[in-house]
């Protein structure tokens, strides 16, 4: 069965820390691993990632793929309170169907 | 170009009533999904949809039908509400593994 485990679940930061977090998988047939930020609605996209070692980077975000060991971080750096939100972190397995790990609560405070 | 769209916004229910959440998405896409989010749960898979005329089962499916008869439209339906079935529920279309959400319906069941 295919699963995505993300840690930490949750984290409580200050203004300008670095957070990391993880997400590990196990899937048959890889195809992609995307991250998604979730705020009061929708979820809305930030990266996907199909190549080991390639970082996709975007302002204070940045993520990276390792196929081998089957994890991602995503990196946030001199965090604001506009980051606070739950990160979702998924994989595609084929036919566009995505597993989903349970998400992680980041609460930065100013 | 409105994406993906999903009516009702919320919605309260008695248990044993059914009712219909509709999507609809203005963008050609084949793929179509259900998912709901639970606290502490991440994103679940219900149904989801390859194609016009093509459904099939996610990881929660019981309780719920769906159908698939035009590209743009992908109806959820809850035959026999149940008070387990209080959740958000987001539908997505997705191209080339990027899935797109909609707004969200917030449902209740008594």
């Known amino acids: 069965e295919d699963k995505v485990v993300q840690s930490p679940l949750s984290l409580v930061v200050h203004e300008g820390d670095t957070v990391t977090l993880n997400c590990s998988y196990e899937v048959t047939n890889f195809r992609s691993l995307l991250w998604y930020k979730q705020e009061k609605k929708a979820p809305t996209f930030l990266f996907m990632l199909t190549s080991s070692g390639i970082e996709k980077k975007s302002g204070r975000l940045s993520s990276i793929l390792d196929k081998k060991e089957l994890f991602s971080i995503l990196n946030i750096t001199a965090t604001q309170t506009g980051d606070s939100a739950i990160y979702l972190c998924a994989v595609e397995g084929g036919s566009e169907k995505l597993v989903f790990g349970k998400g992680m609560k980041l609460t930065v405070n100013p | 170009n409105a994406g993906v769209t999903q009516t009702p916004k919320f919605q309260v229910l008695k248990t044993g009533q059914s009712m219909t959440l509709q999507c609809a998405q203005d963008?050609?896409?084949?793929?179509m999904s259900w998912y709901r989010q639970d606290p502490g749960m991440g994103l679940r898979l219900i149904h989801y949809s390859v194609g016009a005329g093509i459904t099939d089962q996610g990881e929660v499916p019981n309780g719920y039908n769906v159908s698939r008869s035009t590209t743009e439209d992908f109806p959820l339906r809850l035959l026999s509400a149940a008070p387990s079935q209080t959740s958000v529920y987001f539908c997505?279309?997705?191209?080339?593994?990027?899935?797109?959400f909609g707004p969200g319906t917030r449902l209740t069941v008594l």
């Open positions: 997505a279309s997705s191209y080339l593994g990027l899935q797109f």
């Open positions: 963008m050609n896409h084949e793929y």
